[in-house]
């Protein structure tokens, strides 16, 4: 079962910050916590993972709140291109650990 | 890299057939997992594969499924006999391990039952 709790849908202006929630209250020391998401009729694709330090690249930044139980995945600049379902999943860097995906947040980007 | 290959992207098939689906995942990964996504279930694991042996298949629905990787460039996920109910979508992904923080998905096969 998904560890994370997502709200289902979000809308979003293009050209605006894109703030999605994710909580993971139950989340143990030695998980990480992953964004991927999902563009219509395409395989999920990876965007960003974080374990208790804030984390930036090109795509996106993640901010984990210093009890961990909860993060926000940030697109500065959101365009309708990044319209998708947005997966936050939490997972341990031991053993052989696939991703367990939950029902994710539905983003639109309107113009 | 052409990234994870599915083929092929569409089936359609009548109930009580045969059906393979067939993925090429990226040279040098070691992990390949096999997905299923409906409307009802979301996206589901169904079977995982670490250096060509299969670690954890509890996923798989029933005995009607089988997947196989007889080397390291090549899965197949079988269903016989299907079932309407088996109408998908079946992702393949792999990555070099699951410690590390990608995995790579095909553009996946819509497998419609009728």
């Known amino acids: 079962d998904a560890k994370t709790t997502q709200p289902p849908s979000m809308d979003c202006a293009e050209g605006r910050a894109a703030n999605l929630p994710c909580n993971h209250s139950?989340?143990?020391?030695?998980?990480?916590v992953y964004w991927y998401r999902q563009i219509h009729s395409q395989g999920p694709q990876y965007i960003i993972h974080g374990l208790k330090n804030n984390e930036t690249n090109e795509m996106a930044s993640l901010i984990i709140t210093e009890d961990r139980k909860s993060s926000t995945l940030i697109l500065p600049h959101a365009t309708l291109r990044d319209t998708a379902v947005y997966y936050c999943?939490?997972?341990?860097?031991?053993?052989?650990?696939?991703?367990?995906f939950g029902k994710g947040t539905r983003l639109s980007v309107i113009a | 890299d052409a990234g994870v290959i599915q083929s092929p992207r569409h089936e359609v098939t009548e109930m009580g057939q045969e059906v393979t689906l067939r993925c090429k995942p990226i040279s040098g990964h070691d992990y390949l997992f096999w997905y299923r996504q409906t409307m009802m279930r979301g996206l589901e694991l169904l079977i995982y594969?670490?250096?060509?042996?299969?670690?954890?298949d509890s996923g798989m629905p029933e005995d009607r499924f089988s997947a196989k990787m007889p080397n390291a460039s090549f899965s197949t996920l079988k269903i016989q006999p299907s079932e309407p109910r088996d109408s998908a979508v079946y992702f393949c992904a792999s990555s070099r391990q699951a410690l590390v923080s990608e995995a790579f998905f095909g553009q996946g096969t819509r497998l419609t039952v009728v």
């Open positions: 594969f670490n250096n060509n042996v299969p670690i954890d």
């Open positions: 999943i939490v997972r341990a860097h031991s053993g052989n650990t696939p991703l367990v």
């Open positions: 139950t989340i143990s020391g030695n998980e990480y």
